[in-house]
């Protein structure tokens, strides 16, 4: 699939992983040219820009064209703009898209669930040790 039958708006998303690790981030393709740069808007977690100029990532898009049918771009290359005061993203690609199937990890939208998460994690195993030492203390009296 070339970038320029890539249908305006569609609904994509971005997978960046290292080191067998990945994270996936949901955006919104808002133009195409020369069959090379996807543009799309920027990728905000917790309000804060995504940013995936980072070296050793494996990046790739994967876009809907239609419910149930996607294509993705490998080894892509994204960069963050800015024009008229708003960020933007381009995707820079040099191979056509494949066909493929949906991602079935979920995206990230916000690191807080997980650091909530954590928290509880934490405070639920620190209520079995307290609860265990009473235990143990009440036996022995």
Same mark, same amino acid.
């Given at each position: 699939m070339n970038v320029e039958d890539i249908p305006i708006p569609a609904m994509a998303a971005?997978? $960046?992983?290292? %080191?067998? =690790?990945?994270? &996936?981030?949901?955006?919104? +393709?808002?133009?195409?040219?020369?069959?090379? #740069?996807?543009?799309?808007?920027?990728?905000?977690?917790?309000?804060?820009? $995504?940013?995936? %100029?980072? =070296?050793?990532? &494996?990046k790739e898009?994967? +876009?809907?064209?239609?419910?149930?049918?996607? #294509?993705?771009?490998?080894?892509i290359?994204?960069?963050?703009?800015?024009?008229?005061?708003?960020?933007?993203l381009r995707i820079r690609t040099t191979t056509p898209g494949i066909k493929a199937m949906a991602w079935s990890e979920k995206p990230v939208t916000s690191t807080k669930k997980k650091k909530e998460n954590l928290?509880?994690?934490e405070a639920l195993e620190m209520a079995n040790v307290v609860q265990e030492k009473a235990q143990?203390?009440?036996d022995q009296q």
């Open positions: 971005i997978r $960046v992983s290292k %080191e067998g =690790k990945s994270a &996936l981030f949901e955006t919104t +393709i808002i133009q195409t040219t020369d069959n090379k #740069y996807i543009y799309t808007m920027p990728v905000r977690v917790d309000n804060k820009l $995504v940013n995936f %100029e980072t =070296k050793g990532l &494996l898009i994967k +876009i809907e064209f239609a419910p149930f049918e996607f #294509y993705v771009w490998k080894n290359s994204i960069v963050r703009f800015v024009e008229d005061g708003k960020s933007y928290i509880r994690e143990t203390e009440g």
